[in-house]
């Protein structure tokens, strides 16, 4: 059957895709379609996350440029989109805390970091003890940081209503398609398959591979990224009773116990609506779908027969930090006790058996390369026709404005979308008017 022509093909309905597909149709005169395997938008990680627009403190200004600079434009991006759309965005801030003596430098290494990020010196403030337990009195901590730019919200409200300005900017969708086969060849245009639709094909001029924790596969399945490995990681939450909901006023972040991988220990998290929650832990499972045992256990064999073939694989496992890491994160999947406990460091009142229901576990999917090493920055692969956007992890949804405008501006500038004239960008459309991306490009290039 003959398919449908688009000049751009967006693979995944998340944050990052339904984003880029908003400032396509915005800003360029393509033809776009966002292809989803689920029947909506946000039906993944987008929508199962800790809900932070997350300030880029935490982000070592060499190896996670990228993060750090989406982080810092995100919140301005968001507070602006939020405030015109009337949703919430509740600039409530953070502490991060040190429990130990020696984690104090690394308070001070953060403030530095902040600043070399982009934050102001008043939006970043180091606190010693006494200083913290005026913020907060039921907070146990040696010294601690107050970041005044980082906010709660609700991302999948936000992606829902990026697809209503999709849509109504003349953007298309297919929902219930999963992508089963993509066949490039440099003289034509792309033609994409799906599973259980048939014969059904479309075509595209270009494609864009925004498909979360199924990236690298797909990008594999391109001849792209072959000597990567992609690891999974479950993030776990607890939701605190009611009545611990006015125990701190801020989320409170820990300085990580494990400095070389990038999962944060637990935090006490206060959501855009008010309830608290503990988490994420970092279990590891097979694939990226694997919230629930079943899950789990159907994606055990392709996984493994996969990684075991993998150098890199092998190198982490002979890791000895990375094998810590894992047992603790394994232990507090098991032991709601355990998991509690992380948190109870800092906030000592809690009460472990006072928890009684399970938050949103979300899928984290972490690239190793072939010695065995964590990529700690996003990883943009390109090839003539394609874009495969791998390894977007936290800061991931407080970045996906940022990240789609400049992948966007970039497609313009490289001709695969064509740029509406001056006349067209301004055509009267609030989101139009609401950016200008080639400042927001230059501000993360440059
Ligand atoms: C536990 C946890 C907590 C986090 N907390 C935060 C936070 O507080 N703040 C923050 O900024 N970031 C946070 N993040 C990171 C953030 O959530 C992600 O970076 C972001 O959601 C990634 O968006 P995405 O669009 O790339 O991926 P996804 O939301 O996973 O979207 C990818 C989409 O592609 C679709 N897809 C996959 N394969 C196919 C296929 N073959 N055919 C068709 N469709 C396909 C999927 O169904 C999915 O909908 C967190 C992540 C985790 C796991």
Redesign the pocket.
Known sequence: MEGRKYNIAI???????VSIGYFLALFSKSSVVI????RDV?????S???????APFLYDPKEKKLFAKIALIGFEMWKKYSDLKGIQFKNDGVIEVATEDEQIDTLKKYVNWGIKNGLEEKDIIFLDHKQTHQIEPNISCKASILCKKDASVD?HLLTKSLKKDYSDAGGHFMFS???KRIISNSHHPITISFQNQNEETIHADYLIN?????SLE?AHSMGIGRDLINLYFR?EYWIAPQEYETVTSHSIYSVPRQKKYPFLDPHWIIKFDGHCEIG?NAVPVFGAYAYNLTNNFTEVMPKIKNLMIKHGFWSLLLDREFLSLVSTEINSSFSKKSMINRVKRFLPLLDPNKFTKRGLS???SVIINNQGNIIPETILLKDAASLN?LN?????????LPMAAMIVYDLIKDGFAQRKNDKEDLSGNENSNLWNIEEIYSRIKY
């Not at 292809?35 to 689920?38: P, R, T, V």
Request: charged share 10%.
């Open positions: 693979i995944g309905g998340g944050i990052l895709g292809i989803e395997q689920e946000a039906y993944h990680t987008s199962r996350n800790t809900g932070k627009v997350h991302y398609h999963k992508v925004a498909s979360g924790g199924n797909i993030g994420p979300g899928i984290r956007i977007y992890n936290s800061p991931g949804a407080t970045g996906g």
